[in-house]
């Protein structure tokens, strides 16, 4: 857990100080066939500036999963469930908790501009997408589980 972190730190380090340099390879469509490969033109082509709208959607999709995921687990460990991902002292250390969801948010950015910065921008967009769906899913599950003490029926 705590390479966790400083991956999400050392990560979010990176994007800041890489962020200024950005505009400037923002070069609009000249053809040069590379004689790389199509995808990759492809891609090249699409070029755009990582904190663009989608991106700012998507992350802000990613933060609400991540969110969801928080409440939902506080809701899970007050029915007197176990939480299987992570101890149950830490989920029950609210401040510590909401880190680990809000550094997961963190790494899932980081991931993001990686693929950006090296030209994967499908990838890019994928990692927010991925992350929404299995954090959304993951959430709803919680909330589905069977709460271990059921209000007694009279
Ligand atoms: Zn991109």
Redesign the pocket.
């Known amino acids: 857990m705590i390479l966790l972190l400083a991956l999400a730190t050392s990560m979010w380090a990176g994007r800041v100080s890489a962020q200024a340099p950005e505009t400037e390879g923002q070069t609009p469509t000249s053809t040069v066939v590379a004689p790389g490969g199509k995808s990759q033109t492809e891609e090249r082509m699409q070029?755009?500036r990582?904190w663009d709208k989608k991106?700012a959607w998507l992350f802000a999709g990613v933060g609400a999963a991540r969110t969801f995921d928080y409440f939902s687990t506080l809701n899970l460990r007050r029915r007197g469930d176990q939480e299987i991902l992570v101890t149950n002292d830490l989920v029950d250390n609210h401040a510590a908790f909401a880190v680990v969801e809000a550094a997961g948010t963190g790494v899932s950015i980081g991931a993001s501009y990686l693929?950006?910065h090296y030209?994967h921008?499908k990838l890019?967009?994928w990692t927010s997408i991925v992350h929404f769906g299995l954090t959304t899913s993951g959430a709803v599950r919680n909330y589905c589980l069977k709460t271990v003490h059921p209000r007694s029926t009279p």
């Open positions: 070029q755009h990582f991106n693929f950006h030209g921008h890019e967009r």
